[in-house]
């Protein structure tokens, strides 16, 4: 028997094997390029190809949303792991040579896993071994490196002072590089602000391979890095941070409520009172659907956590004049120190060590889809019915809507002391997140299109022109249109409505340090347009 072979065949095949030539020549030239361009041979020491029998795991370990843990997912040619600056300044400048992407990867949370995926050919930087954090309780400072986890943080300060704190997230694994460039917040939010509000010096690769910090980069620099979008501006491998004062004594208060507990009601008031207590006062609340008492029926529950900065006497008289329909009672608070409360809002058990802090491992990792909205104007009891409707939907089971009320700390800050556009005017913040654990395309698309029906319906009750959304939770459904498309006029209009008083400085910015944009952030509005307006 005869093959015949057609001439476009073997076009096509020497092609295919020509570009893969081209594409390990590349990876080759790179690696090279890497040990030329480090000022010493311990480089060597921290690249990992996929030859590697340690990639995998690597590459894997940080991964927090399965939805990017599949084959499917595109992989880096290579990860490394520096152990310097100079590491980093290698692979900025050999990267720009060979053409390939970076991907800057410090707790690995980034909810569309932007921090290790790109569909272009790439390599991560994962800062995971510099992450030393340097605590000067005297001073009130601390020097924290990037690739340092939340968690890490406030374990060092907990063994320096019982009474000094700082106002991050509650996640402990949560690397302080993308949390601290995002506008990263915690339960500390309305006492003292975003943890990028108490960023004082910073350390920065550039895109020329340049060591920078504050004075050397310049104020302009140095705003932007702080809340206009992580990977937007450079590589920030330290952060000099202003550590904040809290009492010796705090409580926490846990307060479930359900439907058949008036949960409407209670809800539509928080709206009410949650921003304009006082700032010493954090009420948030988690809405979700749980089993009823009833056999086979679901109903929904509302989870109210409060942190006080003080003891459980003074809170309850609080609680009790500004939001009675909550009926707390001192069973259901504890007083603890500022440390133990953040295990508590990290929802470990009582008692836990501190050392579960050090975990650079959520303690339960699974699927999700997650957005947000900022609510400027109560919304109606309508309007959480309708939620309940979706939350009893089969997608719905394991679903959350986590609100966190803003006033205080966050109503005083001016919008342009930052690039955080969020302040004066929200009541609260809102966070959906649909969780799920089967495998697949089809329960991952079921999922996430819940998650954008449930987005349609909130419209007429949340933010708008435009439609706020907090950029550390990413999501890349913003700006694009039905058919995934986003157009440079679409972004621009969105972006500029959304960064208001601050577009034209960041798009400044960007321009200035990165004109290239060679440090793409897929979900930050001033580099796309940085790099469209040069070239036309």
């Given at each position: ?19 893969m030539?081209?594409?390990?020549d590349t990876?080759?030239?790179f ?6 361009h480090?000022?010493?041979?311990s ?7 996929q ?39 290698a ?8 053409g390939?992407q970076?991907r800057?990867?410090s ?7 932007l ?24 001073e ?37 590089g ?6 990263g ?10 943890a ?9 690769i ?53 439907l ?5 009601k ?5 709206q ?13 609340n ?10 086979g ?15 459980v ?16 009672v ?9 440390i133990?409360?953040?295990l ?6 009582d008692?836990e060590?501190?050392?579960?802090l ?12 997650s ?7 109560p ?38 002391e ?6 004066a ?5 809102m966070?959906?997140?649909?969780f799920?654990?089967e ?11 819940w ?9 007429p ?6 439609r ?11 700006g694009?249109?039905n058919?995934?498309?986003t ?12 960064f ?12 200035m ?15 796309l ?8």
């Amino acid at each position: 028997m005869k093959f015949m072979i057609s001439i476009p065949f073997v076009f096509v095949l020497l092609l295919s094997l020509h570009c893969m030539a081209s594409a390990d020549d590349t990876h080759q030239s790179f690696l090279q390029c890497l040990s030329q361009h480090s000022e010493n041979t311990s480089i060597s020491k921290v690249i990992y190809t996929q030859h590697n029998s340690s990639y995998s795991s690597i590459l894997e370990f940080t991964i927090q949303n399965l939805r990017f843990s599949t084959p499917a997912t595109p992989k880096p040619l290579v990860i490394i792991k520096p152990l310097q600056a100079s590491h980093v300044q290698a692979v900025i400048n050999c990267s720009q040579k060979y053409g390939l992407q970076v991907r800057v990867r410090s707790g690995g949370h980034d909810y569309e896993g932007l921090s290790y995926v790109s569909e272009l050919p790439f390599v991560i930087i994962d800062l995971i071994d510099l992450r030393s954090i340097s605590i000067d309780a005297e001073e009130k400072t601390a020097w924290v490196q990037g690739g340092a986890t939340i968690g890490e943080l406030y374990y060092k300060i907990a063994n320096k002072s019982r009474t000094l704190a700082f106002p991050a997230g509650v996640c402990p694994s949560v690397g302080v590089g993308g949390h601290f460039s995002g506008g990263g917040y915690g339960i500390l939010l309305r006492k003292y602000g975003l943890a990028a509000d108490h960023v004082v010096d910073a350390h920065l690769i550039d895109v020329k391979g340049r060591f920078l910090d504050r004075k050397s980069m310049g104020e302009d620099l140095f705003w932007a890095i702080r809340g206009g979008g992580g990977g937007s501006f450079g590589v920030v491998v330290a952060w000099k941070i202003k550590l904040v004062d809290v009492p010796s004594t705090v409580t926490v208060c846990s307060a479930p409520r359900t439907l058949e507990q008036n949960l409407t009601k209670i809800i539509h008031r928080w709206q009410y009172v949650a921003d304009k207590t006082t700032e010493d006062l954090l009420n948030t609340n988690i809405l979700r659907s749980v089993n009823s008492t009833v056999e086979g029926k679901r109903t929904m529950q509302g989870s109210f956590e409060s942190l006080f900065l003080g003891g459980v006497d003074g809170l309850l008289p609080l609680m009790h004049s500004s939001f009675p329909e909550l009926g707390l009672v001192k069973e259901e608070c504890k007083e603890t120190s500022w440390i133990e409360s953040v295990l508590h809002f990290a929802r470990f058990e009582d008692g836990e060590s501190l050392d579960v802090l050090l975990s650079r491992i959520s303690i339960v990792k699974s699927s999700f889809k997650s957005k947000s909205d900022y609510v400027r104007e109560p919304m109606p009891e309508t309007a959480f019915e309708g939620i309940y409707r979706m939350f009893y939907e089969r997608e719905g089971e394991n679903a959350e809507i986590a609100m966190v009320p803003y006033g205080g700390k966050m109503s005083e800050i001016s919008e342009s002391e930052i690039p955080f556009p969020h302040r004066a005017g929200n009541i609260y913040k809102m966070q959906p997140t649909v969780f799920w654990s089967e495998g697949g395309s089809e329960a991952s698309e079921r999922h996430i299109n819940w998650s954008r029906r449930l987005y349609s319906f909130l419209a007429p009750f949340v933010s708008k022109n435009p439609r706020a959304a907090y950029v550390n939770y990413r999501d890349l459904d913003i700006g694009t249109n039905n058919k995934g498309y986003t157009s440079y006029k679409q972004a621009s209009i969105w972006g500029k409505k959304y960064f208001k008083n601050n577009f034209d400085r960041l798009v400044h910015v960007k321009t200035m340090v990165d004109p290239d944009n060679f440090f793409k952030n897929e979900q930050s509005i001033p580099p796309l347009l940085s790099s469209r307006k040069k070239r036309g």
